[in-house]
T-cell receptor, first 113, second 108 residues
Framework: ETAVFQTPNYHVTQVGNEVSFNCKQT?????MYWYKQDSKKLLKIMFS?????LIVNETVPRRFSPQSSDKAHLNLRIKSVEPEDSAVYLC???WGTGGYTQYFGPGTRLLVL | GQQVQQSPASLVLQEGENAELQCNFS?????MQWFYQRPGGSLVSLFY???GTKQSGRLTSTTVIKERRSSLHISSSQTTDSGTYLC??????????FGKGTSLTVIP
């Protein structure tokens, strides 16, 4: 049963445009994450957000920013997309870190032309 | 360098055969998890297993902390087991590293 929802499923855009992806979890979790999965299927964590504390992977370009209205939502904004941003973006949530199971959404596939 | 090494990269099995997937870590870890990713689908958590052995149905995970490795054993494989198996480690607070995955194909 899906409990982490992502929209859109798929998005095609041009270099330089701004995009925003939505993520909502209905599990009552207090920690949410954004991951990027590249064409080689390698998953890398981008952000984690817990009780208004944001932890950023230092390799994430500044054009990426997470946006949260409440603990059930963590959106991802890309200010000016680049070709290398083409990937699948996965959102996840958990009760916390250090041993809590993460629940993933279905992902948003981004194609930058 | 790569923090998490998974092997084999891919594996083809006849239905009913067993599989052993390996995950090796280059640093000490706080926790680790095994995930399953359906072809074109999302991730499903299989095990949180920072140490010792855990079993769920036909799946068994064994983590040996001092040797910095974890394994996932699939017994009596089924075609529905086909997909990618990923391991991830958490060396510190809210910092996760994933392996590149093992692509498993089970043929009838």
């Amino acid at each position: 049963e899906t409990a982490v929802f992502q929209t859109p499923n798929y998005h095609v855009t041009q270099v330089g445009n701004e995009v925003s992806f939505n993520c909502k979890q209905t599990l009552g979790h207090d920690t949410m994450y954004w991951y990027k999965q590249d064409s080689k299927k390698l998953l890398k964590i981008m952000f984690s957000y817990n009780n208004k504390q944001l932890i950023v992977n230092e390799t994430v370009p500044r054009r990426f920013s997470p946006q949260s209205s409440d603990k059930a939502h963590l959106n991802l904004r890309i200010k000016s997309v680049e070709p290398e941003d083409s990937a699948v973006y996965l959102c996840a949530s958990s009760w916390g870190t250090g041993g809590y199971t993460q629940y993933f959404g279905p992902g948003t596939r981004l194609l930058v032309l | 360098g790569q923090q998490v090494q998974q092997s084999p990269a891919s594996l083809v099995l006849q239905e009913g055969e067993n599989a052993e997937l390996q995950c090796n870590f280059s640093t000490s870890l706080n926790s680790m998890q095994w995930f399953y990713q359906r072809p074109g689908g999302s991730l499903v958590s299989l095990f949180y297993n920072p140490s010792g052995t855990k079993q769920s149905g036909r799946l068994t995970s064994t983590t040996v902390i001092k040797e910095r490795r974890s394994s996932l054993h699939i017994s009596s494989s089924q075609t529905t087991d086909s997909g990618t198996y990923l391991c991830a480690m958490e060396p510190g607070y809210q910092n996760f590293y994933f392996g590149k995955g093992t692509s498993l194909t089970v043929i009838p």
